[in-house]
């Protein structure tokens, strides 16, 4: 049988965490960080977003390995599918690395049956949950060396860019740009990356960018999530969105 590791800090709550985080960033005071970004266009954008929809206090997670495994379950699906397998495997007491690998697979499926593609997911939870045992858990995650330890998660079954950038900036507390379909679509809109540019060639441009605060890091994710489920939708929603009108995709990231 799998053992959990002795007093992983991954598998405690700590006192950020609650129903909607933030839960490593803790909110700076006032209206948020004097400086968002060191591009003026990118600064703006953060800053009238957040004006607009205020804090965002992201990622929901009780725990840094329950935004590890929410990481996995939002694969392709919506959160409020991802929230019901979560509630499964909690009711189940089983939101840990080594409980995970204790389950059987056909019973792990069936508890993240909600969030889509579940026998697919439940893989992929034993694969990152053997990965996180063998690392060393959330101590390892924090003080590994980010580069070779981001390409160490990819190399993790089931493990892409995204998932990879999302356990490592909202479960680790490292500064590492989550890109999403809605960071792509937003950045082109208003004229700041190309929209077909690949994945780290996006990363790359908001990690030159993006002030050094781990909230900004947090945040400025959240918001474009915000602004994307709600406004900037592929028929975009501009009348409602804080932001300022967009100028439209341009040729390269720059």
């Known amino acids: 049988m799998t053992r959990n590791l002795p007093r992983d800090p991954g598998l405690e709550a700590t006192t950020l965490s609650g129903p909607r985080g933030p839960y490593v960033g803790s909110a700076p005071p006032g209206r948020g960080p004097r400086r968002w970004a060191a591009d003026?266009?990118?600064?703006?954008?953060?800053?009238?977003?957040?004006?607009?929809?205020?804090?965002?206090?992201?990622?929901p997670a009780r725990t840094p390995f329950e935004v590890v495994v929410g990481a996995v379950l939002t694969q392709n699906t919506a959160w409020s599918n991802v929230e019901l397998a979560l509630a499964n495997l909690r009711a189940r007491r089983v939101l840990s690395p080594a409980r995970l690998l204790d389950m059987d697979g056909e019973g792990l499926?069936?508890?993240?049956?909600?969030?889509?593609?579940?026998?697919?997911?439940?893989?992929?939870?034993?694969?990152?949950?053997?990965?996180?045992?063998?690392?060393?858990?959330?101590?390892?995650?924090?003080?590994?060396?980010?580069?070779?330890?981001?390409?160490?998660?990819?190399?993790?079954?089931?493990?892409?860019?995204?998932?990879?950038?999302?356990?490592?900036?909202?479960?680790?507390?490292?500064?590492?740009a989550v890109v999403d379909t809605y960071t792509r679509r937003i950045l082109s809109r208003h004229g700041l990356v190309a929209p077909d540019a690949p994945y780290e060639e996006v990363r790359a441009w908001l990690q030159?960018?993006?002030?050094?605060?781990?909230?900004?890091?947090?945040?400025?994710?959240?918001?474009?999530?915000?602004?994307?489920?709600?406004?900037?939708?592929?028929?975009?929603?501009?009348?409602?969105?804080?932001?300022t009108t967009p100028r439209g995709p341009v040729a390269s990231p720059g």
Do not use: M
């Open 40 to 59: 003026p266009r990118l600064d703006r954008l953060l800053r009238e977003l957040r004006h607009g929809f205020g804090p965002q206090h992201w990622w």
């Open 109 to 176: 499926a069936r508890a993240v049956r909600p969030s889509g593609y579940f026998n697919a997911k439940a893989r992929k939870l034993r694969s990152v949950s053997r990965w996180y045992l063998d690392l060393g858990g959330l101590a390892a995650l924090r003080e590994r060396p980010l580069p070779g330890l981001r390409a160490e998660l990819l190399d993790v079954w089931g493990v892409g860019p995204e998932t990879a950038d999302s356990i490592l900036c909202y479960a680790a507390g490292r500064r590492t």
């Open 208 to 243: 030159q960018r993006l002030a050094p605060s781990q909230y900004v890091f947090e945040e400025f994710h959240a918001l474009f999530v915000r602004a994307g489920y709600g406004n900037c939708k592929p028929s975009a929603v501009c009348e409602s969105c804080p932001a």
